[in-house]
């Protein structure tokens, strides 16, 4: 069992930057494939960044590209993301998502374990 929390999430201008954080517990994140997703109002939950177990491989939505960066610490069991240049459609709920093994990807049925989500607000 995982146990994962995401923090960092809060209200920001458009063109603001936000860090998310996503502390795991139970057992050590480098054995998971990690992944963020994101749910805005009214809209399916949708991809936005995955990364390998070792964190030396990335992957990202084409809508996050270049302005979203995922990284992880496994020795403090945590996964980042790193959101710059924000726009009000970035608005949503951010969840943590992790995944036995070495699948890393887009594919949300993948992913075993799940946060709470945090919210991200940005405001034109």
């Known amino acids: 069992q995982v146990l994962l929390v995401e923090s960092g999430g809060g209200l920001v201008q458009a063109g603001g930057s936000l860090r998310l954080s996503c502390a795991a517990s139970g057992r050590t994140v480098s054995r998971f494939g990690m992944g963020w997703f994101r749910q805005a109002p009214g809209k399916e939950r949708e991809f936005v960044a995955a990364i390998s177990r070792s964190g030396g491989t990335t992957y990202y939505a084409d809508s996050v590209k270049g302005q979203f960066t995922i990284s992880r610490d496994n020795a403090k069991d945590t996964v980042y993301l790193q959101m710059a240049n924000l726009k009000p459609e970035d608005t949503a709920v951010y969840y943590c998502?992790?995944?036995?093994?070495?699948?890393?990807?887009?594919?949300?049925?993948?992913?075993?374990?799940w946060g709470q989500g945090t919210q991200v607000t940005v405001s034109s």
């Open positions: 998502a992790a995944t036995p093994g070495t699948y890393f990807g887009s594919r949300a049925y993948e992913y075993k374990y």
